[in-house]
């Protein structure tokens, strides 16, 4: 897996991971091939993501109704390992790559019952303001958060 | 057919839709037993709605993002008569069954190129105050409009 | 809620439910009038359902790649009483309320973290032939399956 | 857009799409930030995608029940550039990046009503053997018919 440019020493990467959160994949996230669709891997990633930020605590009012500032996704992408089928339990974990002043870059895995890798993944995350959609930095509070949950690989 | 409750005579019901909105299936709506997932017909039915209200010229601001007023479902049901598959054209018809002070109880069914009757459903709209909501009456002109497309049966 | 045809007594029927499973609210699972799509009630109905038969150890090989019976549905149907949000701990109840030859009347239940019951639903599931589409009558031992998780409401 | 690794130069790259599929945004694809969910793009890029395949005449018999070859995403990847919104005319450019034995490199634009560009997008496609997964040379009529597709930027 040396050819995926976000990744460099695939086995360290692999191991840097400190958060993970479970799902079982749906039936109607199949398509007609018989797996989970490729577009799902990207649910998979927000739903990971967002369980992510709450976890670590991340006190950015994003999801209240009268939030100024909402996270928007700057870039995504996803290389595909495995197959994924119905009824599997998979983890998809998570962890901070960079930090920037408005946004972050968040690294992505996910993988099965038995541990095999079968999705990685990036992108960048970016806080706007939800009235203007301008780039707005994080907070002192919040850029404190994220570098205490900011590990080095090495 | 004789047992779907919302359905009369299925023949004369069949040929009193007068509005219908053209869809594809998508690959990402099939799921591994090879066809359209069963929450799909849903989100057809939902495409058409909208195409629907907008077709007859509705005027109420549902969608503008200071619009005081939603449109929110207050029941669906879809019965399943024939399997759909992807890359199948097919037809999702739209009609007004009956109208209320603040809702309006629209009736569908989904054809497919041949034109057999695939699924048909039906479900209640109401109209909300986005804020608080609650039902709320709809205005004269919309009334109007509403009892403008409705057709009877016989 | 006594105008839902498919319930009586309601406070009865609500308590006469004796499986349920948990689901958190995903954001994608959101629209933007900011509560859950009204097309995910399905979603959650499914996953609910396979579950269940999972749980009562239904052991007819829906899901297994060379199954030759697939369970579809052949109605289903939606009431909606209360806004779902984001990151909302739900539970989606089920359980049978008529066993046929060849199908099972399900009925569903949607609450939220304090009880309140946001959505009810029912539908009923035919095993059909994966190949021909034919109702195939249930195995002696699914049926007794069925039967021994079919509880009375009185 | 310097920025993206696999466009250059923005304008030759941007010009140099000869196939566009267009979609009307859905509200069901919208979440509650109020524009289209990030995880949406991908719908895009795969209906884009295959209708580009159909377009150009590929043979392959993926999609026929019985086909034994079928398409796997081995990568893919999206840069959000503007917010896309309910019932929005979009387009979805695809064109051919490179040909490889197994697979194809493809690219995807997506503009807005006025010509903007909302998402830009790649991915490696690999055609598969659906029983065993293991990749699997382009026929020889596949390969024309795809270099015939291949448009050199300048």
């Given at each position: 897996m040396a050819n995926i440019l976000y990744i460099g020493d695939f086995s360290k990467w692999k191991n840097s991971f400190k958060y993970s959160y479970p799902i079982t994949v749906r039936?109607?996230?199949?398509?007609a091939f018989g797996h989970?669709?490729?577009?799902i891997a990207f649910v998979y990633f927000e739903e990971g993501r967002i369980n992510y930020f709450k976890d670590i605590g991340l006190?950015?009012?994003?999801?209240?109704?009268?939030?100024k500032l909402i996270p928007v996704t700057a870039d995504l992408q996803c290389d595909y390992k495995k197959q994924v089928y119905f009824d599997e339990n998979i983890e998809v974990s998570v962890k901070i790559n960079m930090i920037g002043k408005t946004s972050v870059d968040l690294h992505y895995m996910i993988t099965n019952s038995v541990g095999e890798v079968c999705m990685t993944g990036r992108g960048k995350m970016v806080q706007v303001?939800?009235?203007?959609g301008v780039a707005t930095p994080w907070s002192e509070s919040s850029r404190k958060l994220l570098e205490a949950n900011h590990f080095s690989i090495d």
């Open positions: 039936f109607s996230e199949t398509d989970v669709n490729n577009t006190s950015e009012e994003w999801f209240s109704k009268k939030g303001s939800r009235a203007t």
